[in-house]
C-alpha cells in the first residue's frame, strides 16, 4: 500500500491535492446554493440529514428523526464537538435555521430548504422539534441542503469572515486552514471527528476550470483526483494504467421543454414553408409524443456522449426513490412518428427551430443539432440556434423560444421535486411551476401533485408521485433524452466513491488496500 | 508638462465613464445576472427577494447612477458571486497576474533583444536566419496551443515542471508572490515562457530591423572610423537608437500582456485577474467586469505616460508639451 500511494503522490502522501472544475466563491454555507460551494462545505460543516452516493438520505448530525404529530418532526441530535471545541446541541440548529433568512446580498438563499419551517423547539441540548405549517414529508430531505453552523458565532455573522477563517467552524471532517479565491482552499484533518477518518491529512483543494489543464495535472501527478473529466478525454483516460476512471449515474435529466404558454402560434415552430400557423402545435399531444419518438435516444447516448450517460424516459435514474419501474425510454419509431403528425393535421411536416446553450450541459449544442437530424426524418425541417447561457437563460425564462434544451438537477433525489418545479402550473402565489417555462398546465396532475406531498408514509407517497409521473410523461409534458454520468478520474491504487448529486468528496478518496 | 499631465488625466477620466456606461448597458443587453446566479429551486418569492436584494428591480439609470456615486466615494460595488468588494477581489488577484506579466515581458527583453541584435549583425549565417525562422513560429503558434504542449511535454511527458498553479508562496509587502520560492519559480516558468514566447519574436523583430537600419548610418561608420571598438560601437551607439521602438512595444505589450493573459492563466490555472474577468463575464458579475475595465484603463493609461516621459530621457529631440 505504501508503494502504491507513494507511487501516486510521490511529493507528500499525507496532501491529496484535488482538482476541481468550478472555483469556490465562498465558504459561507449559506450564501449561495451552488454545488461547487457546497461540495467544499461538507467537508468542513454537516447537515442533520446526510445523502449517501445514491442520494438517499442517512443520518448526519441528526442520529434519527420522526414525526410526532402532522406537523412537527422531531430530530435526536448527536453528540459532538465543532473545530474549536465547543459541544454541537439544538441551540447550534435552531440559530442556523434563523441565520440562513437573513444572509445579506444572497443570490441565491437556502432559504428555499427551511422555510416550510414556522417553528423551532429546543427540547434538550440533543433533541430538537422543527414545526410545519402544514403535513410536510419532506423537511428531513429539505434539511440535508442546510449546513449547520455554531450558535457561537453570534448575531449576522459576515460572509467575508467566513473566507477569512474567523467563522469557518463546523462539525464536519476537516477543519479550515485558508482560502485563496480563484486558486485553492486548505484543509486539514479534524483529528476529534465523530465519523470514518479521512485517509489524507491536508487537503489541497485547487480550482482548475479549465479541461486540458485538469486532466493535465492528473497526469503528471499534481492532483490525486479531478471531478467532470472531459468527455473527450475519456478514452483515452480508460486505458491509462496510471489512473482509474470512476463513474455513476447522476440526477441530472437533460430534457426538451415544449412551450405550451401559447394558444396561437409559437414563434419557432412554423408550417412546412415557414407560414405562420393558427394554433401552436405543441398544444396538441399528438405532436409532442412524435416529436418525442422520433428521437433516438440509445444513439444520442452512444455517439454524442460517449456512454457518459443514460437514456431515460422520466425524471429519475432506476434504483431511485419513487422510480417509475416499468417506464422505459420511449421507443424509437419514425413510421409511427410520421403517422402522428399527420393524425394531428401535419402531414407535410413543420419547420422548428431548436435552442440550446453552448456552455452549460455537456455536449448541449450537438445533441439538439442531432435531434434536428432525427427530427427531419419525419419530414421536419429543422434548424438549431445555440448561444452562451447567459444570453440563453434570460430568453427562456420569458418564453421566448418554442423547443429548447435544458437540464434539471433533481437534488433531492425524489420525483416531488421534479414534479412541483418542471411541471406544475405555473404559479407565483403557491410558489409552484417556478421553472415550468414551457407553462405545461394540467388541473389533474397539480392535483395529484398536492395530494402526493401530504402523504407521510413514504411507500404510500412513492406511490402517488409515480402515479403522477405516468401522467406526466403519458401526456409529453416535456421530452425527456438522457440522464447524465457524473464521473471522476484518479490515480490509480486508490478508491473512490462517485456520487450521484455531483459533489466530489475528498473524505470519500482511500487507499486500495 | 503639469497642463499635459491634467490634460492626459481629464482624457483619462473621460475614457473610463464611457467605458462604464457601455459596460453597463451592453451587460443590460445580454441578460439579467439573477437569471444565472439564482438557485434553480427557487421559487417565484425567492426570485423577487434576490432580484430586490441585488437592485436589479430598479431602473438601469437609477442602478448607473448609484454605481456613480459609490465611485466617487472609491466604492466600485459588490460582486454579486462572491459577495465582497470588487475592487477588493480584483487587487487580491492582481499581484499573480502582475507576477506573471512582468516576468513574461523581462523574458522577452532579455532573450529577445540579444537574439534580435545578433540576428541584425549577422543576418546571413545560419543561426541568424534560424533565429528569425523560429519567431515566425512565436509569432503564429496559438498561446493555449503552446501552453498544452508545455504541460504534455514538461509535465506530464518529462515531470521536471508542475502542470499548473502558483506552488508555494512567500510574503512580501503583505501580498503573496510566486518568485520567492523555489516551488513558486518552478510553477512560473511555463506559463511566463508561454506568456512571453509572442513577445519575444516582436522583439526580436524590431531589434533586428533597428539594427539593420542603422548600422550602415554615416554615425555609425564616423564612430567605426574613430576607432571605437566593435563592442561599444553595438552597445551604445547602435542599441540606444533602436531602444526606442522597443521601449514603446514593451510597454504596450506590458499593458496587452497583463490585461489578456487570460488564455495563458487559464491553461495553467494560474489565479489571476485573467480567470477571475472570464468567470465575471460568464455569470454577469458587472461590480467586477466594471471594477476590472477601469483598472485595466487606468493601467493603460499609466503606461502610456511612463513610455512618453521614457522617450524624453532617450530621445532629447522629444519634447512633451502642445508645442510640437
Redesign the interface.
Known amino acids: 500500500m505504501l508503494a502504491a500511494t507513494a507511487f501516486a503522490w510521490p511529493a507528500a502522501a499525507q496532501t491529496l491535492s484535488v482538482g476541481v472544475s468550478a472555483?469556490v466563491?465562498?465558504v459561507?454555507p449559506h450564501?449561495?446554493?451552488?454545488t461547487p460551494n457546497e461540495q467544499l462545505d461538507s467537508h468542513i460543516y454537516e447537515r442533520l440529514v446526510e445523502t449517501d452516493p445514491k442520494a438517499r438520505p442517512v443520518p448526519g448530525l441528526a442520529e434519527s428523526w420522526k414525526l410526532i404529530d402532522d406537523h412537527t418532526w422531531e430530530f435526536k441530535l448527536r453528540d459532538t464537538k465543532f473545530h474549536d471545541g465547543s459541544p454541537f446541541t439544538a441551540e447550534d440548529v435552531a440559530y442556523t435555521i434563523a441565520r440562513v433568512p437573513t444572509v445579506?446580498?444572497?443570490?441565491?438563499?437556502f432559504?428555499?430548504?427551511t422555510k416550510s419551517i414556522v417553528a423551532a423547539e429546543i427540547v434538550d441540548a440533543h433533541t430538537i422539534r422543527l414545526r410545519t405549517a402544514g403535513v410536510y414529508p419532506l423537511l428531513p430531505i429539505d434539511l440535508s441542503q442546510v449546513f449547520i453552523i455554531s450558535h457561537k458565532l453570534g448575531p449576522n455573522p459576515a460572509?467575508?469572515e467566513f473566507?477569512t477563517g474567523k467563522n469557518a467552524i463546523g462539525t464536519g471532517p476537516y477543519r479550515f486552514v485558508s482560502y485563496?479565491?480563484?486558486?485553492?482552499v486548505e484543509l486539514e484533518r479534524n483529528e476529534a471527528y465523530w465519523g470514518r477518518k479521512p485517509a489524507w491529512q491536508h487537503i489541497n483543494w485547487?480550482?482548475?476550470?479549465?479541461d486540458?489543464?485538469?486532466t493535465?495535472?492528473l497526469?503528471?501527478?499534481?492532483v490525486g483526483l479531478i471531478d467532470q473529466v472531459p468527455t473527450a478525454d475519456l478514452a483515452r483516460l480508460r486505458t491509462d494504467a496510471k489512473v482509474k476512471l470512476w463513474e455513476t449515474v447522476s440526477l441530472r435529466l437533460i430534457f426538451l421543454t415544449l412551450d405550451q404558454s401559447r394558444d396561437g402560434p409559437t414563434p419557432y415552430v412554423t408550417g412546412p414553408h415557414g407560414e405562420v400557423l393558427a394554433k401552436n402545435p405543441l398544444k396538441d399531444r399528438r405532436v409532442r409524443e412524435a416529436l418525442s419518438i422520433a428521437i433516438n435516444r440509445p444513439a444520442i447516448v452512444d455517439r454524442v456522449m460517449e456512454n457518459a450517460a443514460i437514456a431515460s424516459g422520466q425524471f429519475l435514474p432506476p434504483g431511485s426513490y419513487s422510480y417509475v419501474p416499468d417506464l422505459n425510454p420511449p421507443k424509437y419509431d419514425p413510421v409511427r412518428a410520421k403517422a402522428l403528425l399527420t393524425e394531428a393535421g401535419y402531414p407535410d411536416g413543420l419547420t422548428i427551430t431548436l435552442h440550446s446553450s453552448n456552455?452549460r450541459y455537456l455536449n448541449d449544442a450537438k445533441i439538439v443539432q442531432t435531434v434536428g437530424q432525427m427530427w427531419s426524418r419525419i419530414g421536419i425541417k429543422a434548424s438549431v440556434e445555440a448561444t452562451?447561457?447567459?444570453?440563453f437563460?434570460?430568453h427562456a425564462?420569458k418564453q421566448d423560444y418554442s423547443i429548447y434544451e435544458l437540464g434539471?438537477?433533481i437534488?433531492t433525489g425524489e420525483a416531488s421535486?421534479p414534479l412541483r418545479?418542471l411541471v406544475s402550473t405555473f404559479d407565483?402565489a403557491k410558489?409552484?411551476g417556478?421553472?415550468n417555462r414551457g407553462r405545461y398546465s394540467n388541473p389533474k396532475l397539480d392535483g395529484m401533485i398536492d395530494q402526493a406531498l401530504t402523504i407521510a408514509d413514504d411507500s404510500q407517497r412513492e406511490q402517488a408521485l409515480i402515479a403522477a409521473q405516468r401522467v406526466v410523461f403519458d401526456d409529453v409534458a416535456l421530452i425527456p433524452l438522457h440522464i447524465q454520468k457524473n464521473n471522476w478520474a484518479s490515480r490509480s491504487g486508490v478508491i473512490y466513491v462517485p456520487r450521484a448529486d455531483e459533489e466530489t468528496h475528498a473524505f470519500d478518496l482511500r487507499p486500495a488496500n | 508638462m503639469a497642463l499635459w499631465l491634467i490634460r492626459r488625466l481629464v482624457q483619462a477620466g473621460f475614457v473610463m465613464l464611457a467605458m462604464s456606461l457601455i459596460v453597463f448597458i451592453g451587460l443590460h443587453m445580454?441578460?439579467?445576472?439573477?437569471?444565472?446566479?439564482?438557485?434553480?429551486?427557487?421559487?417565484?418569492?425567492?426570485?423577487a427577494?434576490?432580484i430586490a436584494?441585488?437592485g436589479f428591480d430598479k431602473p438601469l439609470w437609477q442602478q448607473y447612477a448609484y454605481f456613480l456615486q459609490g465611485a466617487l466615494h472609491g466604492d466600485l460595488g459588490?460582486s454579486?458571486?462572491?459577495?465582497?468588494p470588487a475592487l477588493r477581489?480584483i487587487l487580491?488577484?492582481m499581484p499573480?497576474t502582475l507576477e506573471l506579466a512582468v516576468t513574461a515581458v523581462l523574458m522577452s527583453v532579455l532573450v529577445g533583444l540579444p537574439l534580435g541584435l545578433f540576428a541584425g549583425l549577422y543576418p546571413h549565417s545560419f543561426a541568424g536566419r534560424t533565429v528569425m525562422a523560429g519567431s515566425i513560429l512565436g509569432f503564429s503558434l496559438p498561446g493555449f496551443w503552446v501552453g498544452?504542449m508545455l504541460?504534455?511535454v514538461f509535465?506530464?511527458g518529462l515531470?521536471w515542471l508542475?502542470?499548473?498553479?502558483?506552488g508555494t508562496t512567500a510574503e512580501l509587502f503583505g501580498v503573496?508572490w510566486s518568485f520567492l520560492t523555489k516551488d513558486g519559480l518552478r510553477h512560473l516558468i511555463m506559463p511566463a515562457l508561454n506568456l512571453s514566447l509572442f513577445n519575444i519574436s516582436l522583439v526580436l523583430r524590431l531589434a533586428r530591423a533597428g539594427v539593420r537600419e542603422t548600422m550602415p548610418l554615416d554615425y555609425i561608420r564616423f564612430a567605426r572610423a574613430k576607432g571605437l571598438s566593435p563592442q561599444r560601437v553595438v552597445f551604445v551607439h547602435v542599441l540606444r537608437n533602436i531602444l526606442i521602438p522597443v521601449v514603446t512595444v514593451v510597454g504596450l505589450e506590458l499593458g496587452s500582456t497583463i490585461a489578456f493573459s487570460v488564455v495563458t492563466e487559464?491553461?495553467?490555472?494560474w489565479?489571476g485577474m485573467g480567470?477571475?474577468i472570464i468567470?465575471s463575464?460568464?455569470?454577469?458579475d458587472r461590480p467586477v467586469i466594471v471594477a476590472y475595465l477601469m483598472i485595466i484603463v487606468a493601467l493603460f493609461v499609466t503606461i502610456n505616460l511612463v513610455v512618453d516621459l521614457l522617450y524624453t530621457a532617450l530621445d532629447p529631440r522629444v519634447r512633451l508639451g502642445g508645442r510640437a
Not at chain 1, 485563496?180 to 485553492?184: A, E, F, I, L
Not at chain 1, 452562451?388 to 444570453?391: E, L, R, V
Not at chain 2, 487559464?266 to 490555472?269: E, G, N, P, T
Open positions: 472555483p466563491t465562498s459561507d450564501y449561495h446554493t451552488l445579506v446580498n444572497s443570490p441565491g438563499s432559504s428555499v430548504y460572509t467575508e473566507n485563496q479565491s480563484g486558486d485553492r485547487r480550482m482548475i476550470p479549465n486540458g489543464a485538469r493535465a495535472a497526469l503528471s501527478g499534481d456552455d452562451p447561457w447567459t444570453t437563460v434570460g425564462n434539471w438537477g437534488s421535486n418545479s407565483a410558489g409552484r417556478a421553472v | 445580454i441578460g439579467n445576472p439573477i437569471d444565472i446566479l439564482i438557485s434553480p429551486e427557487a421559487d417565484q418569492a425567492e426570485r427577494r434576490a436584494a441585488l459588490r454579486f458571486v462572491f459577495n465582497e477581489l487580491q488577484r499573480a498544452l504541460i504534455m509535465a506530464v515531470g508542475p502542470s499548473s498553479g502558483r503573496q487559464s491553461v495553467f490555472a489565479p480567470k477571475l468567470d463575464i460568464n455569470v454577469l
